[in-house]
C-alpha cells in the first residue's frame, strides 16, 4: 500500500519510508544532504509523495536507475500533508456511505489521496472476491479524481488498522515489520508451542508473525541433540530419547527394553 518509485539514473541511494511500517524504496538523493528522519518530497508513480529518510545515503549498485528526492520537505509540503489528511477522511466518509448504500459485503479498511488530490486509492477487506469496478466509477464521478479500489488480505488488514498484540506491545506488523513472510505450524512445534489455534494466532487470525523469529535458532539447536525415539548410551545405561529440552540442550529418556 505504498507509493512505488518511479525508476530513472541515478548515483548513491536514500532509503526512505511512506510510512511507519512500511517498506523501504531507495531513492537517489542528488545533491541533497539528508540524514536520518529527515522529511522529504519525492516523486512517484502515484505522482509527488512525502516520504521519511530511515537510510542516510550510501553507495548503490550502479546499474540499477533510481528516481530522485525532490527536494527536503518545507513547512508549505507538511501543511499540505495535514490538508490531505483531512481529505482523506472525508473520501473515508464517502466511500463509507456509497458501500452502505450498496449494501455491498465489504469492510472499508482505509482511504489513501495523493498528495495533490488527483489519485484516491481506496482498500477494503472481505470474506470472497468482489468485483468493485462500479463503485469505483461512481467514486470517481463523486471525489472528481482517479480511484483505485484494491482488496486486501487479513494481514494487511490488521497491518493498516494497528492494535495491541497479548505480548503487550504494539503490534510488529504496524509497528516495524514491513514485509510479511510464511509462517507455518511446523515453526511452533519445532519451538514446543502448544498447538493450540487460539494461541498461535494474531489480531488477523492468522499464524502469529512471531512464530518465525526464534524458529532458526531452534532448529539449529534441535539438530545438535539426538531424535526424539533415538538410542543413546549414557553413564546410567543404555536408553531411548523421549523429550528434547532445546534451550537446555539436554533430552530425556527411558531405559531401552
Known sequence: ?????????????????????GKIYDFDPGPLLLVRGDRVLVETERGPALAT??????????????????KKADARDLAREDQ????????????????????????L?????????SKVTVFFAA??????????????????????????????????????????RELCCSSWLHEFQAVSVKMAKEQGLSLNPSKLAGMCGRLKCCLRYE??????????????????????????????NVLRQTVVGRRAA
Open 215 to 244: 524458529y532458526e535458532t531452534y532448529a539449529e539447536l534441535r539438530r545438535a541433540l539426538p531424535a526424539v525415539g533415538a538410542r543413546v548410551e549414557s553413564v546410567k545405561g543404555d536408553g531411548v530419547v523421549v523429550r528434547q
Open 1 to 21: 500500500m505504498d507509493h512505488e518509485p518511479v525508476t530513472t539514473t541515478g548515483a548513491p541511494a536514500v532509503g526512505v519510508r511512506f510510512r511507519p511500517s
Open 53 to 70: 529518510v530511515v537510510v542516510p545515503p550510501r553507495p548503490r549498485h550502479p546499474t540499477r536507475g533510481l528516481q530522485r528526492v525532490i
Open 127 to 168: 470474506d470472497e472476491r468482489l468485483d468493485a469496478r462500479d463503485l469505483a466509477r461512481d467514486l470517481a464521478d463523486t471525489l472528481r479524481a482517479r480511484v483505485d479500489i484494491r482488496q486486501i488480505g487479513a494481514r494487511d488488514e490488521t497491518k493498516v488498522t494497528g492494535g495491541v498484540g497479548p505480548c503487550g
Open 84 to 107: 490531505n489528511l483531512q481529505r482523506e477522511r472525508q473520501h473515508h466518509h464517502t466511500a463509507l456511505e456509497m458501500i452502505r448504500a450498496r449494501g455491498l459485503a465489504l469492510k
Open 109 to 117: 479498511v482505509k482511504v489513501e489521496s495523493t498528495l495533490d488530490g
